[in-house]
């Protein structure tokens, strides 16, 4: 049985800036992950003054073809496509051998 094939690069169009988080409160330098995708969602805002919030969605981050990829954690800071956010999720897609297909990264 094969493993399923990476997501492929003309599918990962962005470029995302990571800043993990530290113990003491601060960020480490940032990394970049080169080929990714950010999906961006729109919601209703609960808040009066503003009708919708754009500033969230999922970034897809390849094991294969996004270049620099690892495993980041929630709490990181990200900036993709001109939007700056903070990770509040990460899920590690696996193939059926247990191996990392992707990171699917809900940031808000």
Do not use: Y
Not at 31 to 54: G, L, P, Y
Request: charged share 25%.
């Amino acid at each position: 049985m094969r493993s399923i094939r990476p997501i492929p690069r003309s599918a990962l169009p962005d470029v995302m800036t990571v800043r993990v988080p530290l113990a003491d409160g601060t960020f480490e330098e940032p990394q970049i992950i080169a080929n990714v995708r950010f999906e961006r969602t729109q919601k209703v805002s609960e808040d009066d003054h503003r009708s919708a919030d754009a500033g969230q969605g999922t970034v897809f981050v390849d094991a294969v073809n996004s270049i620099g990829a690892f495993d980041v954690p929630a709490g990181s800071r990200v900036a993709v496509s001109g939007h700056s956010m903070m990770v509040a999720e990460s899920h590690a897609c696996c193939d059926l051998f247990g191996r990392v297909h992707h990171w699917e990264l809900k940031v808000r």
